[in-house]
């Protein structure tokens, strides 16, 4: 098994930015791609940003393309998101996520996940 503990989130302006972080254990060897998705209330969980094993091949949802950036350190199995430029819309709770295959964007394919962290954005 495999445990995901997120930090970082919190209460922002807007224009604002926070870095979250999600520490991995357990099983870590089993991981390969890893990701981060949001859920706001009423609404169905959606992709954010998810990046490769090595870090080279990273992906963006278009809403946060050239806002938030995707990075890990394999070193300390954690992967981050830094978020910038941070909008009203933004706020949601925010969840890691790994798995063993090939880096995808699909909610349904990733196999852990964390408890979730709260990102708010003020106006």
């Known amino acids: 098994q495999v445990q995901l503990v997120e930090s970082g989130g919190g209460l922002v302006q807007a224009g604002g930015s926070l870095r979250l972080s999600c520490a991995a254990s357990g099983r870590t060897y089993s991981i390969s791609a890893m990701a981060w998705f949001l859920q706001a209330p009423g609404k169905e969980r959606e992709f954010v940003a998810a990046v490769s094993w090595s870090g080279a091949n990273t992906y963006y949802a278009d809403s946060v393309k050239g806002r938030f950036s995707i990075s890990r350190d394999n070193a300390e199995n954690t992967v981050y998101l830094q978020m910038d430029s941070l909008k009203p819309e933004d706020t949601a709770v925010y969840y890691c996520?790994?798995?063993?295959?090939?880096?995808?964007?699909?909610?349904?394919?990733?196999?852990?996940w964390g408890q979730g962290t709260q990102v708010t954005v003020s106006s």
């Open positions: 996520a790994a798995r063993r295959g090939r880096t995808t964007t699909s909610v349904y394919e990733y196999d852990y």
